[in-house]
């Protein structure tokens, strides 16, 4: 706004481009002039070394043989326009810069490298600006660049970030959950735009944010279709384009009716599934892929278990910190589909392995045995895992402890709640199995005892259901009494397990 050359040409381009010197004081967006060192020595003369403004991006060598030394060194940005890149708290941490000459060969766009303020993958651009009401309208809209975010903000829509050209990240998407659980990816509608938002969908997606997809028109973006519709129009073509990621993925997949296509489609969307925490929207996300594509729920729902559970042990494998969001609580529908014993057995186990079961034994102790020799070992993908990293941790130990699940990045988020008390069981649990649940302190053995139960409960009530098939099917009378005799016995199991927890009987 002060120098010549902003006002000759920097300026005057900013404003052709419909962008107000109000939203420029906003981003406080700037210009590096044609010096080439004009950075540099305002750096040295503020006191700075050549070293630190090295390290920090803001100058770059001339030959990378040579030393970081003044002479050797000239600025990073030269004829740009400048983006200063906020953290949350609104100190600047790195910049981006935009080239406006046509007739260079220089990239359209750098960006600050990675310094000790600076972690990309931990920053959002505009998020400082459009936290409050990302909040207040619980609802983000992420964009691909700088200029997305400026001139939607500018045309009055403040709940939008964006990820600078990169590829979202885990970090990313936690920061963002901070504020909501809604996104909507707006993206070019070319390859690139596509591709990219087919792996922001899965990165949003795995911190249980639920996800939509825009597509803009060829040769369109936010930017300009904001600029050419206003506000209205913008958030009128959101509102009849955005779609969940089953369907985008089903639309940019499916070709006619195309059976590799199709089979790319449901493997492409089961990727997806398995990358949602929530047990429950993943059943409902089985239930829409299958309507849409023709599949059996079955099939779907196995290729999405047998790619999360692929998932978590790669992801574990890679990083120590790795950390997929588990649910705090088990899903809030109806029994028969989910395992709500196995997770309130595990949540048991993480509040009590240590405590007294008996004499000769802890809880952790008491529940592996039961486990192992009643054979009800868990069967949820989720649980199982858990469990049995625990047993491995238990029989190596000799002992299991309630740090154990804390510092387990697979399970920390869990137990956490757990002991902070945020689990709960559902109220389908208690309404499917009329459960009373005690006190925790007080009754932790009942606790224990009555959850392997419920376990073996369900087991009898899956063998009773498979034996009456197997019955329907018999050829003769003889194989018809031996399965009446497998029934009954079945029966009289369930009416002792059920006489023990005191639950009532379902005829």
């Known amino acids: 706004l002060d120098s010549r050359e902003g006002k000759v040409i920097y300026l005057p381009y900013l404003l052709e481009r419909g962008i107000r010197k109000d939203t420029i004081h906003k981003f406080k967006l700037g210009l590096s002039g044609s010096g080439r060192t004009d950075i540099l020595e305002a750096g040295l003369q503020k006191g700075f070394t050549a070293q630190q403004l090295f390290d920090a991006g803001l100058v770059k060598k001339i030959n990378e043989d040579q030393g970081v030394i003044q002479s050797n060194l000239r600025d990073t940005y030269i004829e740009r326009i400048t983006f200063p890149i906020e953290n949350l708290t609104g100190k600047t941490v790195g910049f981006g810069g935009r080239i406006i000459k ?3 060969k220089a990239p359209k766009y750098i960006n600050s490298p990675e310094t000790i303020v600076y972690e990309k993958r931990k920053v959002l651009y505009g998020l400082n600006h459009a936290k409050n009401e990302i909040r207040k309208a619980d609802q983000a809209y992420v964009v691909e660049g700088y200029m997305d975010v400026i001139s939607l903000s500018q045309a009055g829509i403040e709940n939008v970030v964006a990820v600078s050209g990169t590829a979202l990240t885990e970090e990313q998407s936690r920061l963002l959950k901070r504020f909501t659980t809604d996104a909507t990816l707006l993206f070019d509608g070319d390859d690139a735009g596509v591709n990219a938002s087919l792996k922001h969908v899965n990165t949003l997606l795995k911190a249980d944010i639920n996800t939509k997809v825009v597509l803009f028109p060829e040769n369109d973006d936010p930017d300009s279709y904001t600029k050419e519709h206003g506000k209205e129009g913008l958030l009128n073509f959101i509102e009849g384009n955005s779609q969940n ?23 492409s969307i089961a990727e997806s599934i398995a990358q949602v925490p929530d047990p429950l929207k993943r059943a409902a996300f089985v239930s829409e892929a299958s309507r849409l594509l023709g599949w059996q729920e079955r099939v779907l729902n196995e290729e999405a278990n047998k790619l999360r559970m692929s998932g978590l042990k790669q992801g574990r494998r890679q990083n120590p910190e790795y950390l997929p969001n588990l649910p705090p609580t088990p899903p809030e529908e109806t029994v028969e589909e989910v395992n709500h014993q196995e997770w309130a057995l595990l949540k048991s186990l993480i509040l009590y392995a240590e405590k007294e079961f008996s004499e000769e034994e802890d809880v952790a102790a008491f529940i592996f045995r039961e486990l192992i020799e009643e054979e009800i070992w868990p069967v949820d993908p989720e649980v199982k895992e858990l469990i049995d990293l625990a047993h491995n941790e238990w029989k190596e130990k000799g002992g299991l402890t309630q740090m154990y699940f804390i510092r387990n990045p697979l399970c920390s988020r869990f137990a956490a709640d757990c002991i902070s008390g945020l689990y709960s069981l559902s109220d389908g649990w208690e309404r499917n199995y009329d459960k009373f649940v005690p006190g925790y302190e007080d009754t932790y053995k009942k606790e224990v005892v009555e959850n392997l139960n419920y376990i073996k409960l369900k087991r009898v009530e899956e063998a009773i259901q498979e034996n009456n098939e197997k019955m329907k099917e018999a050829e003769n009378d003889e194989e018809v009494i031996g399965y009446q005799t497998i029934h009954m016995r079945l029966q009289d199991l369930k009416r002792k397990i059920t006489a023990e927890i005191g639950a009532v009987v379902l005829k």
């Open 102 to 104: 046509k007739d260079t």
């Open 245 to 267: 990621f089953v369907h985008f993925i089903a639309g940019i997949e499916l070709k006619g009716d195309d059976p590799i296509a199709k089979a790319q489609a449901a493997r």
